[in-house]
């Protein structure tokens, strides 16, 4: 397995990947209505290569030979400034396609996230994980990370809770 960043032209090719790895994360616990109306504004070509474009973001693809079997994608998100200061990372998403759960890759890419932060000095890496999604807490936990607040997460029409979870990478 080899992890390299995403390029222009692989975009669509990971957008059908990134739906359907959201969709097997979240349709069970989901309306029909909320995800399809999610994915028709969050999971369109458009909206992935707008955030493929912006300055301050970084997306890494996970491959099983010429397989994409994951991807993460990191980026300078003030959101959190208020609750931990400026000088932070945002982890916005890190999924591993279901065949792959279990073979250690979602490590490989958290590694690989927390590498970034300790490159770019960042005191904090943080991100967002929805509160029905035990899975992902644990696995956050089991990397050090610790919830410090929490935000409203629209699925469609529908708010859902997102806990922040924190990871101190530098101390001053």
Same mark, same amino acid.
């Given at each position: 397995?080899?992890?390299? !960043? ?17 969709? &097997? ?10 995800? !399809?109306?999610?994915?028709?504004? &969050?999971?369109?070509? #458009?909206?992935? !290569?707008?955030?493929?474009? #912006? ?41 591993? &396609? ?11 890419? %958290? ?46 029409? #529908?708010?859902?809770? &997102?806990?922040? %979870? ?7």
């Amino acid at each position: 397995m080899i992890i390299r !960043e995403l390029t222009a032209a692989e975009v669509p090719q990971l957008l059908v990947l990134a739906e359907k790895m959201f969709r &097997d994360t979240f349709t069970h616990n989901n309306t029909p209505e909320a995800m !399809e109306s999610y994915i028709a504004q &969050d999971y369109t070509l #458009e909206a992935f !290569e707008r955030d493929f474009a #912006e300055p301050t973001a970084k997306c890494f693809l996970i491959c099983d030979d010429d397989k994409i079997i994951g991807y993460l994608r990191v980026r300078r998100n003030s959101e959190a400034d208020h609750l931990i200061g400026s000088n932070n990372i945002e982890i916005q998403r890190l999924y591993v &396609d279901k065949a792959y759960h279990g073979l250690k890759v979602a490590d490989r890419l %958290m590694q690989l996230a927390i590498d970034i932060a300790k490159g770019n000095k960042h005191d904090w890496v943080w991100l967002g994980v929805w509160e029905h999604n035990p899975r992902a807490q644990r696995f956050y936990q089991k990397w050090g990370f610790e919830r410090f607040g929490e935000h409203d997460f629209y699925m469609g029409e #529908e708010r859902q809770t &997102d806990w922040l %979870m924190r990871k101190r990478i530098n101390n001053h």
